[in-house]
């Protein structure tokens, strides 16, 4: 699940460096560090005030503070102190931290420190992003810092500058005993990232979780889990993951679950491109033909977990069954039961292959190489065409 934290930035307890008090709030309970899951966080002050103008004509304060609490509003949580926005809404601004793939009991937990220690907290709600109002203001307006896991911190900068990176929280994660890395988040949520601004695709997200949630061995924790390790690995591989989600929710005659099949196969075959894909150039894989989507497997996983380990084997042996199944499944007869528990289990190899290496099956350049690709070749036109503009 998503959760948002709401703090005064001028609340008690809380000096001109806010961003290291909240910072350290949110450390000091450990509620965080107690998640094995990858959690990640975005920070910033909600940008209300310089929006508004947008939506609503002739905006005074009040219609400010009233979106604030639309924005703070979750479909089922709403531990908001409504009275202090409208206050805080008038003098100050409200910064946000977004917690993602947390679940609600840590979330909870979190929520019920925070009050008993700090006098600027404003309360917590939580968060879907085919919500209009959240996915505007949290997922697009707020800046993606850290990934949390455990004891892990991983924060983050973009397209390889890394040398010009902020990573002054360093010595706050440390002093909370978290080991520091940092990671590069490629072209994503950048202006080369098409997927960025696109609505659709946040609802799709949400919708495949709720979809996903009432599968064999799915409850909604780890709906929530697999939907985040899939979904920021490629978008267009999780879209394809997604029509197979629909394809099975409403398959009820024998040729709707031979299309279910289908889309499982596809999907198949197209992660295992992805695989092919991110894996370092090395001749051995090269040689793999195109048509052979099992052995790509294979093969990333020799490099992502050592050729011949027992984790190679037992996933590799896992996508191998599930391969078999769609090809046949296409083609024959298959109860809605049998093509239900196979869709689950391939959802579930996918994030388990993930989860064994997530930062090598992570690409952040990938999905959205073509428009920067694009766009360098339009500015060497014009510098070779002597244009400065």
């Known amino acids: 699940m998503k959760f948002v934290y709401a703090f005064d ?12 008090d909240i910072l350290r709030l949110m450390l000091s309970p450990g509620m965080l560090s107690r998640s094995t899951k990858s959690i990640r966080v975005s920070i910033g002050d909600l940008l209300t005030s310089m929006r508004i103008q947008e939506i609503v004509q002739n905006a005074g304060w009040d219609d400010v503070a009233d979106m604030n609490l639309r924005i703070l509003t979750g479909p089922s949580i709403n531990a908001i102190d409504r009275t202090a926005v409208h206050a805080v809404t008038r003098r100050s601004e409200i910064v946000c931290w977004l917690v993602e793939n947390l679940d609600s009991e840590l979330a909870w937990e979190q929520h019920e420190s925070l009050l008993a220690n700090s006098g600027a907290y404003l309360g917590m709600a939580d968060v879907r992003f085919d919500d209009p109002a959240q996915w505007f203001f949290l997922s697009n307006g707020l800046v993606r810092k850290y990934r949390l896991q455990g004891s892990d911190a991983a924060l983050f900068y973009s397209m390889n500058d890394e040398e010009n990176a902020d990573f002054m929280d360093t010595e706050v994660f440390e ?12 072209l994503r949520w950048t202006t080369f990232d098409k997927y960025y601004s696109d609505a659709s695709l946040a609802a799709r997200v949400e919708l495949f979780e709720k979809l996903i949630s009432g599968l064999p061995g799915i409850d909604p924790s780890l709906a929530s889990d697999v939907t985040f390790l899939v979904e920021e690995l490629n978008p267009d591989l999780f879209n ?4 197979l989600a629909r394809a099975i929710e409403g398959a009820e005659t024998m040729d709707e679950l031979a299309h279910a099949a289908l889309s499982g196969r596809r999907f198949f075959q197209d992660f295992a491109d992805y695989l092919y894909e991110v894996v370092p150039v090395d001749p051995a894989v090269q040689r793999i ?51 239900e528990n196979h869709c689950a289990e391939l959802i579930l190899a996918v994030s388990d292959l993930i989860r064994s290496n997530p930062d090598a099956a992570r690409n952040p350049y990938l999905a959205y190489a073509d428009p920067f690709v694009e766009s360098m070749s339009i500015l060497s036109r014009r510098i070779i065409a002597g244009q400065t503009r």
């Open 289 to 339: 033909p195109m048509d052979r989507s099992k052995n790509r497997v294979w093969a990333y996983l020799g490099l992502a977990v050592g050729d011949g380990t027992p984790t190679q084997r037992a996933l590799g042996k896992r996508f191998d069954r599930l391969n078999r199944f769609f090809n046949a499944a296409i083609h024959s007869s298959r109860s809605r039961a049998d093509v």
């Open 175 to 186: 002093e909370y005993g978290y080991a520091v890395t940092r990671e590069d988040t490629g």
């Open 9 to 20: 930035c001028r609340g008690p307890g809380l000096s001109g460096s806010y961003g290291d």
């Open 240 to 243: 394809n993951l997604h029509a």
